[in-house]
């Protein structure tokens, strides 16, 4: 395999090849990364989401235990 390979024009090589890859694994590739795109994002909302919970828990305690209704 590895003597034909070497036996190809460079073009083969470098556009050829890469370019039927991503024909036949092309619907793969973009459903891979939409996954992992899709994981940073929901990955991004949980942080933002449990910062905004931290910082309203705390407001309201600093609030609170400043009146000292507790």
Known sequence: MREI???????????AV????????GG????VIGFVISLL??????V???????FVVRKFMSSS???GDW
Request: aromatic share 20%.
């Open 48 to 54: 933002v989401l449990v910062g905004g919970l931290i």
């Open 28 to 31: 793969l590739i973009a459903s």
């Open 5 to 15: 390979y070497a036996g190809m024009p460079w073009w083969v090589k470098w556009i």
């Open 41 to 46: 994002f929901k990955a991004l909302v949980f």
């Open 65 to 67: 235990s400043s009146r």
């Open 18 to 25: 890469p370019v039927i890859a991503i024909f036949v694994f």
